[in-house]
């Protein structure tokens, strides 16, 4: 028996951990790879992240070793439209997320959570009532015994940070879908012959092709990360590495050095990248980081999303802990007003995407207007509100002649 059984080891799972287990909060988290690895996630993230990860109890050393800063992003499209978005307010970050995992989950065993690795969940029964528990039936997979053989987990609290299409989130039937974005993600590395000394700032770069964009990061160990949005059908008729290798092609001078040369994981996929759920938290079950919900990785907030809501659930699970039933409908009522503006920004520019020549006008107006870029840069890395981006007079100003 466990207070709160923690479903995945992503930053979300693995901070939340951390934050209950340095509070004396009985925890177990529950994440089913052997260990981290390289898969379809994000991996640029706004400069706020190194204060969340401080705020974890991480070094500036260590934070250091885990990104590359990232100074400016070229933004350009396949039609010769270009502009130059610089940081100067925090440089951005590029991370190695598999570094990243692991240094999360690590610390989250160091200050007491049970951090057990290779199991997988094979149903969920989430708490009825508030003074009920929950039950999660686990299988070890790591090969110690038999995989088969299922065990079970009772917790009072049961934590969703499991990511898109969580399975807590269908248990606690919130999941819903939505056909609004038919968009799936593909994401590897490259090595980069001409990448900085380590800790040195580079600059990243996003390019918007038809149907299409690619964000290129740098990130620790001199590689870029390359990560393409593209239409949900592609992927039934290419394979992941073929297409990137399509879209690197494709892709607009300068030619970098990095293009050329070898990949150093194999291309990963996630599927449809769209899902919402109805509800963030309810009697004895809360969600976490993607497993709230996710619309695009256009505005490159997943890790920034994940520490947040991690903090915010933590308040959330002791108060609950403690008896207090409001808990959960004022930790879902936070998380949705504090996205709701920002994922309005995402949407608006998704209409834009979706057509070419406003988005090239739009491009071309923020290249001349040095306000207008620095506005929308701080609400994109999240150090300012994102109804900024939504009011009127701001559009007006970035659409009038």
Not at 79 to 89: A, D, H, L
Not at 96 to 102: A, K, N, S
Not at 251 to 279: I, Q
Not at 384 to 389: E, G, I, M, W
Request: proline residues 6%; contains cysteine; charged residues 25%.
């Amino acid at each position: 028996m466990t207070d709160v059984a923690i479903v995945g080891g992503g930053p979300a799972g693995a901070a939340l951990a951390i934050w209950l287990a340095r509070a004396g909060v009985q925890t177990t988290l529950i994440e089913r790879r052997e260990k981290p690895e390289w898969h379809a996630c994000g991996v640029f993230s706004s400069p706020l992240t190194r204060a969340r990860l401080r705020d974890l109890g991480f070094s500036v050393e260590e934070i250091a070793a885990l990104n590359r800063p990232i100074s400016a992003l070229n933004l350009q499209t396949t039609r010769g439209t270009s502009c130059r978005i610089e940081y100067e307010q925090g440089f951005a970050c590029g991370f190695d997320r598999v570094r990243l995992d692991e240094a999360l989950l690590q610390r989250a065993a160091e200050v007491g959570a049970n951090v057990r690795m290779s199991t997988v969940v094979r149903s969920v029964e989430l708490p009825k009532g508030t003074s009920e528990h929950g039950l999660l039936r686990l299988s070890d997979t790591s090969g110690d015994g038999p995989a088969d053989e299922p065990r079970t987990l009772i917790a009072r609290v049961i934590v969703g940070a499991d990511g898109l299409g969580s399975g807590i989130a269908r248990a606690a039937d919130v999941y819903a879908k939505t056909p609004f974005l038919s968009k799936s993600g593909i994401t590897f590395h490259r090595s980069d012959p001409a990448g900085a000394p380590p800790g040195e700032a580079m600059e990243g770069r996003f390019v918007f092709g038809s149907s299409w964009y690619v964000g290129i990061a740098p990130v620790p160990d001199a590689r870029v990360n390359v990560g393409i949005v593209i239409p949900v059908g592609e992927l039934t008729k290419h394979k992941p590495q073929t297409i990137g290798d399509r879209v690197i092609a494709s892709l607009p001078a300068p030619r970098d050095a990095w293009m050329s040369a070898p990949t150093t994981d194999g291309a990963t996929f996630a599927g449809r990248l769209e899902h919402h759920v109805t509800r963030a938290a309810g009697p004895g079950f809360v969600l976490v980081g993607d497993a709230i919900g996710f619309i695009d990785p256009l505005t490159g907030e997943g890790l920034q999303r994940a520490f947040v809501s991690a903090e915010l659930a933590a308040v959330a699970v002791r108060k609950w802990l403690a008896g207090d039933r409001s808990a959960m409908d004022v930790y879902d009522r936070r998380v949705r007003s504090r996205w709701r503006s920002k994922n309005a920004v995402s949407w608006l520019l998704q209409l834009f995407l979706a057509r070419p020549a406003v988005f090239d006008y739009a491009l071309r107006r923020l290249a001349t207007r040095d306000d207008l870029r620095e506005e929308l840069t701080l609400v994109l890395t999240d150090q300012a509100r994102a109804t900024r981006a939504l009011d009127p007079r701001f559009l007006v100003r970035l659409l009038a002649p």
